[in-house]
């Protein structure tokens, strides 16, 4: 099975659509979501799938002493995907 190539972002929301910076000022939609009240949440989490993706996988590339560091590189990038996923800033 072959792996498909997401759009790698970054992404950010747009209103009621969560686009891809392709150039600055230029953005492109990846999709639109329905005007409901959960709709700016389900934007924010879909704009932080990329960032989500890498700290995962820069948590399980590391030895287990980083894991103990809560202040470590992979800590600080999961804590900043999770605040763009939920709206924090």
Request: aromatic residues 4%; contains cysteine.
């Amino acid at each position: 099975m072959s792996e498909s190539k997401h759009t790698r972002g970054p992404w950010e929301t747009c209103g009621t659509w969560v686009c891809e910076e392709n150039d600055p000022g230029h953005n492109i939609g990846i999709c639109i979501l329905e005007p409901r009240p959960e709709t700016l949440a389900n934007a924010r989490l879909i704009a932080a799938a990329p960032d989500l993706l890498e700290a995962l996988e820069s948590l399980l590339s590391t030895d287990g002493s980083q894991l103990m560091e809560s202040e470590s590189k992979p800590w600080q990038q999961a804590r900043a995907a999770i605040a763009k996923a939920v709206g924090n800033p």
